[in-house]
């Protein structure tokens, strides 16, 4: 794993921008395919993570607004799983 991408893109929705079930480990050439190819790769995601894939989708559809306490918060959090191994 080289990098990762979202499987809902996140200007698809800000809601799954930061959801960490929205993400998956890639290689460099896979990353830089699904950007180019979303579309194409959209049938793909939704046959490999089924239930996962159509509750990303629903949610992305949320509409959120994102205050500066919101983010401090995901900052602690990811801050903090990062330090143990995220689980």
């Known amino acids: 794993i080289q990098c990762a991408y979202h499987i809902v893109a ?3 929705g800000s809601a799954v921008k930061w ?3 929205n ?3 890639a290689c460099h050439g ?3 395919y699904e950007h180019f190819y979303r ?3 959209a049938e793909k995601h939704k046959e490999m993570f089924g239930a996962r894939y159509d ?3 629903e949610k992305a559809k949320q509409i959120v607004q994102y205050k500066r306490a919101d983010y401090e918060a ?3 959090d990811f801050k903090a799983k990062l330090e143990r191994g995220i689980k």
């Open 10 to 12: 996140a200007h698809e």
């Open 19 to 21: 959801d960490l079930d």
């Open 23 to 25: 993400i998956v480990g």
């Open 74 to 76: 995901m900052y602690t």
């Open 30 to 32: 896979c990353n830089r």
């Open 39 to 41: 579309a194409k790769c």
């Open 55 to 57: 509750a990303l989708v």
